[in-house]
């Protein structure tokens, strides 16, 4: 039904900045809500940033102010802009996509996401 690929991932310093993108395939017009988790080693996957059909963002309190997430619905494509990157960033994030759309605002865990990408890793060095 829908494919994600993520994008963008690699090795910055800290304070420093990167932006990843999701390229989303297959039926692309179903997708309604679609998010940027991340995830370290022995830790919960946990969401970043949340953005609706309408252009409605969510964020986590440990990234507001700092990430930006975005999406060109033409090009299908989710973006996650990061700035002012710190050592606790280090994770693989992942992109996630759902058609329900009744979910309301806000962020919600993955199990209300039915589409995901591979993960792409982000590594901040000091």
């Known amino acids: 039904q829908v494919q994600l690929a993520e994008s963008g991932g690699g090795s910055v310093e800290a304070g420093g900045s990167l932006t990843l993108a999701c390229e989303a395939s297959?039926?692309?017009?179903?997708?309604?809500?679609m998010a940027w988790f991340r995830q370290v080693p022995g830790k919960e996957r946990e969401g970043v940033a949340a953005?609706?059909?309408?252009?409605?963002?969510n964020y986590a309190d440990f990234v507001k102010g700092r990430f930006t997430i975005s999406r060109d619905n033409a090009k299908n494509i989710l973006y996650l802009q990061m700035s002012a990157l710190a050592l606790d960033d280090t994770a693989t994030y992942y992109c996630a996509a759902e058609e329900d759309t009744a979910l309301g605002a806000g962020l919600h865990p993955e199990f209300e996401y039915q589409w995901w990408g591979q993960g792409t890793q982000v590594t901040v060095s000091s």
């Open positions: 297959g039926y692309t017009n179903s997708i309604w809500y």
């Open positions: 953005i609706d059909g309408d252009g409605v963002t």
